[in-house]
């Protein structure tokens, strides 16, 4: 299994991997944005959480559609599939790795881009906090929907389609936390929960539907 | 330990592939499984492989080999095969070597250790050079490595020779035979003959079905 992790690691930096393609992503949304409002400053630290939240997001989005369909293109899918470990095991720990090369740098990135729209230091904290943990979740729902579109040519945007509804939870109760760590009446602590529940919840259910789904999907 | 398959049919797009198929192969026996292009060959070798459900019959595995882990038998059928399909399944980003160790990381029962595969697949010096750019034929003799690098008793071969010169061929049908030697199982579908004693062979046709013990 750390073979595994190690192995989609290593392929991720290696030539064609895509790991930084995300980050690059992530920074061209949040620096047009500025451009997009104007320089009002104030305008700007207020959007701020919210502008990181939704370029993570679509940065989340990008790689996804590879993560099943490379193995599968290359036949390496099918010799998984035979292995004795259960599929719902390798899809978990397939997104573990997708996480660490894909999500944990937007998280990294976050703080620099913060500065960009000039959010108060507590804000960033707070921001790069909800990314940590709910970024996960939306890598756990994308596996279903890389699982589902794995023999489809073009399946990325099918794949954003079918997984952005699935992913607005996260976002509400992702930056809800963000502003509630910033703005006083508002709660950090209790939509902070909800969006680790929602990691922890996504973790297991996709884990499983991915691996039925990918177990089946030749039948 | 004899590999059986009771009346197994396919079924794909609502066309039936093959129907009432039975067969049993003893320890020690190949089944070279021949027939013209899109007679099911590999669509057999992936029900086989549970990799596609069968519409009917079954396929397993009785008795233990010698030494077998004492999990044998829980296994699922297909956690006793090895399968070498179309797709070579190794990374062309990744070396030899760290396409191989990947594998033999991946299955409980580690076999052969990497330099001694690649010595017998006739490629040692190869292990540090990334997959993608090895040539056509040098891919394939990786993906047999692949085959010696962990112990599974039953081999599920689809074309294994595609791509293979003939001294690789050769080389090829010798790793075979010592793998039958050891007490395995070999399914190939190939139209090379392969010089192996003590095999079957199952002609797939569309209409009827042949199935004659040499």
């Not at chain 1, 099918?78 to 740098?105: E, Q, R, S």
């Not at chain 1, 990294?108 to 921001?127: D, R, S």
């Not at chain 2, 080999?65 to 296994?75: I, K, L, Q, V």
């Amino acid at each position: 299994m750390i073979a595994l992790f190690l192995r989609d690691v290593r392929l991720s930096w290696r030539a064609g991997g895509g790991a930084l393609t995300g980050v690059m992503f992530f920074l061209a949304v949040v620096m047009v944005v500025p451009f997009g409002v104007g320089p009002d400053l104030n305008l700007l630290a207020r959007i701020g959480p919210a502008m990181l939240w939704l370029g993570a997001l679509l940065a989340s989005l990008l790689g996804l559609d590879r993560l099943f369909q490379a193995d599968r293109e290359d036949g390496s899918l099918d010799i998984l599939l035979m292995n004795g470990t259960p599929m719902a095991a390798i899809v978990f720990i397939k997104c573990a790795a997708h996480w660490v090369t894909t999500g944990l740098p937007l998280v990294i990135a976050a703080p620099l881009f913060g500065l960009f729209m000039n959010m108060p230091p507590l804000a960033i904290a707070a921001t790069m906090a909800t990314l940590v943990a709910g970024t996960p979740a939306i890598t756990f729902v994308g596996a279903v929907g890389a699982a589902v579109t794995v023999a489809l040519p073009r399946g990325g945007l099918l794949l954003a389609i079918l997984v952005l509804p699935w992913t607005i939870p996260v976002l509400i109760f992702g930056v809800s936390a963000a502003y509630g760590a910033v703005e006083d009446p508002a709660p950090f602590t209790e939509p902070f929960i909800v969006l680790v529940a929602i990691s922890l919840f996504f973790a297991v259910i996709g884990s499983l539907g991915a691996g039925a789904v990918l177990r089946h999907s030749d039948h | 330990m004899h590999l059986v398959v009771t009346d197994l049919s396919a079924i794909r797009g609502g066309e039936v592939i093959f129907s009432g198929l039975s067969f049993r192969i003893n320890e020690g026996e190949a089944l070279i499984i021949t027939g013209h292009n899109g007679s099911g060959k590999s669509t057999l070798l992936r029900v086989i492989a549970g990799l596609l459900t069968p519409a009917t019959g079954e396929v397993c595995l009785n008795g233990k080999p010698e030494g077998a882990s004492p999990d044998f038998d829980d296994r699922k059928f297909y956690e006793h095969c090895h399968y070498l399909g179309h797709e070579n399944a190794m990374k062309p980003a990744l070396s030899v070597e760290e396409n191989l160790r990947f594998w033999r990381a991946m299955d409980d029962e580690p076999h052969l250790e990497i330099p001694e595969a690649l010595e017998m697949v006739g490629l040692p010096a190869l292990a540090h050079v990334p997959f993608g750019h090895l040539s056509t034929g040098q891919k394939r003799r990786i993906s047999i490595a692949r085959l010696l690098v962990s112990w599974r008793p039953v081999w599920l071969l689809d074309e294994p020779t595609a791509g293979l010169d003939t001294g690789s061929e050769r080389q090829f049908a010798e790793l075979m035979k010592i793998h039958l030697e050891d007490g395995g199982i070999i399914l190939a579908a190939t139209h090379i003959p392969l010089g192996l004693k003590n095999t079957q062979s199952l002609v797939m046709n569309t209409a009827t079905m042949v199935d004659e013990t040499q």
